[in-house]
Nanobody, 128 residues
């Protein structure tokens, strides 16, 4: 089973920044598309951003475009999500997940095309 450790969440004021990390210890992230998803209370998981394993192409949900940046460091087997200009509506538990490299990152994020079940995630709270 593909397991991740998500970290970097916390409480931040509107307009602030956080960087989330997604690390894997038992498999190589480089071989998969990786995505960040979030779930706000009472809502379904939403694809935030996904990055391709092959060419590094990325997808961002309209709600975060221009504010969030996804990146991967294959040497550290880690994927990051830099979140700037945070808004209260960004409050959610954030999860990372792996998807098949044959799938487009857009499809992965929109249709939640991921392997396995969700992990523990990391809580992001944006509030003054």
């Amino acid at each position: 089973q593909l397991q991740f450790v998500e970290s970097g969440g916390g409480l931040v004021q509107p307009g602030g920044s956080l960087r989330l990390s997604c690390a894997a210890s038992r498999f190589t992230l480089e071989n998969y598309n990786i995505g960040w998803f979030r779930q706000a209370p009472g809502k379904e998981h939403e694809g935030v951003s996904c990055i391709s394993s092959s060419d590094g192409s990325t997808y961002y949900a309209d709600s975060v475009k221009g504010r969030f940046t996804i990146s991967r460091d294959n040497a550290k087997n880690t994927v990051y999500l830099q979140m700037n200009s945070l808004k209260p509506e960004d409050t959610a538990v954030y999860y990372c997940a792996a998807g098949p490299p044959i799938t487009s990152v857009q499809a992965m994020c929109i249709f939640r095309g991921v392997f396995g079940s969700w992990g523990q995630g990391t809580q992001v709270t944006v509030s003054s």
